[in-house]
């Protein structure tokens, strides 16, 4: 087991900084990897949830299947803030994101944790 998670990154910072780098020398064949983005990338303007952040994590999932790895999407976990008026109204700054990588499992084939639900919930 590797754990290159990295507190602040995005989905750019994470590839740039070479982090996904040391993830591709060391998976092998039938590896699971976990991807969990979305807290930094919402935000950045060119990171939300259909644009940057989408390509980036199909690019993720790809590069994972080229190696033989397994990819595994998991969604980003609730922030807890609240709508003015205290807690009674969630702000679900992450909704759209978490709904992007729900949206791509779909699409890919990949199996998909929904941690942004069950942190919500």
């Not at 780098?21 to 990171?47: A, M, T, W």
Request: some cysteine; proline content about 4%.
């Amino acid at each position: 087991m590797d754990n290159q998670a990295h507190c602040g990154l995005s989905t750019e910072t994470f590839r740039d900084e070479g982090h996904f780098e040391i993830v591709l020398r060391s998976i092998r064949p039938g590896d699971y990897c976990l991807f969990q983005f979305g807290h930094n990338d919402q935000k950045l303007p060119y990171l939300q949830a259909e644009t940057g952040y989408r390509d980036n994590l199909i690019r993720f999932l790809d590069e994972i299947r080229q190696k033989g790895g397994i990819p595994v999407l998991v969604t980003p976990l609730g922030r807890n803030t609240w709508k003015e008026g205290g807690c009674v109204e969630y702000n679900d700054l992450l909704k759209e994101h978490s709904e992007a990588v729900k949206k791509i499992g779909r699409e890919t084939g990949t199996p998909v944790i929904d941690l942004h639900r069950f942190s919500v919930d």
